[in-house]
Nanobody
Framework: QVQLVESGGGLVQAGGSLRLSCAAS????????MAWFRQAPGKEREFLAA?????????????ADSVKGRFTISKDNAKNTNTAYLQMNSLKPEDTALYYC???????????????WGQGTQVTVSS
């Protein structure tokens, strides 16, 4: 059974930083694309960033324009480990949302392309 568990959310002032973690268990190998989405109240789920393992030592990343340059995604490719991180800098009040980690076989930007989801971690940025 696949399980994704996010952590690291919280309350931070505008301009501050947070680092989210996503521990995935039950994935059969490390080749899954792992991504982060967020969803604010009344809004659709928004793609943020994704990381895909190309080889055992090489990963590829891609970002939404809204977070490029402020957010950095990374992945721990150690054997039998699927852990992804999202470093968020220069946070703004509009970054306030529930942040979700997800994993899938396809490198995409649409929520429907990802098979597995965590429960989310709340990020609140105060002005």
């Amino acid at each position: 059974q696949v399980q994704l568990v996010e952590s690291g959310g919280g309350l931070v002032q505008a301009g501050g930083s947070l680092r989210l973690s996503c521990a995935a268990s039950g994935l059969t190998d490390s080749s899954y694309t792992m991504a982060w989405f967020r969803q604010a109240p009344g809004k659709e789920r928004e793609f943020l960033a994704a990381v895909t393992t190309m080889t055992w030592s090489v990963t590829a990343t891609y970002y939404a324009d809204s977070v490029k340059g402020r957010f950095t995604i990374s992945k721990d490719n150690a054997k039998n480990t699927n852990t992804a991180y999202l470093q968020m800098n220069s946070l703004k009040p509009e970054d306030t949302a529930l942040y979700y980690c997800t994993a899938g076989r396809v490198a995409g930007r649409n929520p429907g392309q990802f098979a597995y989801w965590g429960q989310g971690t709340q990020v609140t940025v105060s002005s």
